[in-house]
Structure formats: C-alpha cells, structure tokens
C-alpha cells in the first residue's frame, strides 16, 4: 500500500448508517449512532451559526442540534416525513455535549462497506474543504460520501485534539 493511500483514506470497512440530503447519499460509522428520532421542536440559541439550529431535550438530556444541509452548503427544505434527526456521539468522551443531533432528509438503510469498496476524496481541482469526508464508497453502481463526525458536530469544522 502506497503512503500516499495509507494516509488518504481515513475510513474503515465496517457498518455504516446511510442517509440522504437531496439527490446525495453519506454514511456515518454505525458505531457513533446513538438512535435516530422523528423531528421534533427544536429550542433555538441565540448568537448560534445558522446550521446550529439550537437544542432539544431527549429524555432528561440536552442535546444540540446541527442541520446537516446547512452545514454541508446545500439550500434548507421543508420538513417532510421522512426528516428525522440522527443522533451522534464523537470520540470524545469528556465534551460538556458528547451527543449531537443531525438533521438528515432521510435514513435509508445500514450497509456493510468493505474497505476495498473504499476510495479517496477526489480532487476537485480547486481549494474545497474535503476534510470532513472520510472517503467515497462505490456501492451497488453508485457512490456514498463517508463522512467524518468528529468534524462535522464541531462548528468551526476542526476535530478535537
């Protein structure tokens, strides 16, 4: 395996939760997947950036919560029935909010990813922030973007250290 390849590919083989935003599929580490829940009143928080669309009280338990088209550049939606709200937990244990909630078009199914299914992040040619994206995954002739939790539930972009 080339050191290039070693360092490019930071998802693993493994169980991934796939959803959908519009047109696009991203999967999520089955194993940061708490629960997912339908949508529900959402508490807003001042001076918040806008894909952080404020909090939630799931069972006892404040949860923030991030709208994941916002977050990714993409136009807001209506709410459907299918919208539904993914709970998430990084890997860092001793944040004050371990959980997040993403909001999400829709869940479609858990898939199983072999690591041969896996490829990098293309380049694009152009200075795009990619450092959210796992990798792309060629499932059943189409492509699902592996996205990075740890990124995407802090809100300047940056994972822990």
Same mark, same amino acid.
């Given at each position: 395996?080339?050191?290039?390849?070693?360092?490019?590919?930071?998802?693993?083989?493994?169980?991934?939760?796939?959803?959908?935003?519009?047109?696009?599929?991203?999967?999520?580490?089955?194993?940061?997947?708490?629960?997912?829940?339908?949508? +529900?009143?959402?508490?807003?928080?001042? /001076?918040?950036?806008?894909? =952080?669309? $404020? %909090?939630?009280?799931?069972?006892?338990?404040? #949860?923030?919560?991030?709208?994941?088209?916002?977050?990714?550049?993409?136009?807001?939606?209506?709410?459907?029935?299918?919208?539904?709200?993914?709970?998430?937990?990084?890997? +860092?244990?001793?944040?004050?909010?371990? /959980?997040?909630?993403?909001? =999400?078009? $829709? %869940?479609?199914?858990?898939?199983?990813?072999? #690591?041969?299914?896996?490829?990098?992040?293309?380049?694009?040619?152009?200075?795009?922030?990619?450092?959210?994206?796992?990798?792309?995954?060629?499932?059943?002739?189409?492509?699902?973007?592996?996205?990075?939790?740890?990124?995407?539930?802090?809100?300047?972009?940056?994972?822990?250290?």
């Amino acid at each position: 395996m080339t050191t290039q390849i070693s360092t490019a590919i930071r998802a693993k083989d493994g169980k991934y939760l796939t959803f959908h935003m519009g047109e696009e599929t991203y999967g999520v580490e089955v194993i940061k997947v708490r629960e997912i829940i339908r949508m +529900q009143p959402i508490t807003p928080v001042p /001076q918040m950036p806008p894909h =952080v669309k $404020g %909090v939630i009280n799931l069972r006892g338990k404040i #949860i923030p919560i991030l709208d994941l088209r916002l977050r990714f550049g993409l136009p807001e939606t209506t709410v459907t029935d299918a919208t539904c709200i993914v709970v998430v937990q990084g890997d +860092q244990e001793d944040l004050v909010h371990s /959980q997040t909630g993403l909001i =999400v078009d $829709g %869940v479609e199914e858990v898939l199983n990813i072999n #690591i041969g299914d896996i490829e990098n992040t293309p380049n694009f040619g152009m200075a795009i922030d990619s450092e959210a994206i796992l990798g792309m995954a060629k499932i059943k002739g189409s492509v699902k973007t592996l996205i990075d939790i740890n990124r995407i539930i802090h809100t300047d972009g940056q994972s822990p250290e």
